[in-house]
C-alpha cells in the first residue's frame, strides 16, 4: 500500500504564496505519477496539478503562471509551489500518487494509487 501524508495548508491573504508537500510511503516499489486536487466548498473535485516519474508537469487552466509542481524521487515527495493566491483557489487540496510493487521474482506487479486526507487551504481577500 501507499500512504500519503500531507502538509502546508493554512490561511492566507490574496496576493501571498503557501507551499504544499506531500511524501509517500509504505510497500511499494515504484511511484509514478503524483498530483493536487481541490475542491472547494459546494463543487466537485477538479485536478490542479500533476507532474509524471520523469518530472513532467500538467496545470489546470486556474492556475497556469501562478502555481507550481516539482518533485522529489529520493523522498517519493511532491510540492505544490502556490504563489499570487486567490480567494478562488480556496478548498482542500488532495495529494494522490501511482505506483506498483513487485510479487514475484518473475517481474509481475500490482498497481497502486492513494489518495491523501486532504489539507485545507483558505484564502481571504
Known amino acids: 500500500q501507499i500512504q500519503l501524508a500531507e502538509s502546508g495548508g493554512g490561511l492566507v491573504q490574496a496576493g501571498k504564496s503557501l507551499r504544499l508537500s506531500c511524501a509517500a510511503s509504505?510497500?511499494?516499489?515504484?511511484?509514478?505519477?503524483m498530483g493536487w486536487h481541490r475542491q472547494a466548498p459546494g463543487k466537485e473535485r477538479e485536478l490542479v496539478a500533476v507532474?509524471?516519474?520523469?518530472?513532467?508537469?500538467n496545470y489546470a487552466d486556474s492556475v497556469k503562471g501562478r502555481f507550481t509542481i516539482s518533485r522529489d524521487g529520493a523522498k517519493n515527495t511532491v510540492y505544490l509551489q502556490m504563489n499570487k493566491l486567490k480567494p478562488e483557489d480556496t478548498g482542500v487540496y488532495y495529494c494522490?500518487?501511482?505506483?506498483?510493487?513487485?510479487?514475484?521474482?518473475?517481474?509481475?506487479?500490482?498497481?497502486?494509487?492513494?489518495w491523501g486526507q486532504g489539507t485545507l487551504v483558505t484564502v481571504s481577500s
Open positions: 509504505g510497500r511499494f516499489d515504484s511511484i509514478n505519477a
Open positions: 494522490n500518487a501511482e505506483g506498483k510493487r513487485i510479487v514475484n521474482v518473475e517481474g509481475a506487479y500490482r498497481t497502486l494509487e492513494a
Open positions: 507532474i509524471s516519474r520523469d518530472g513532467i508537469p
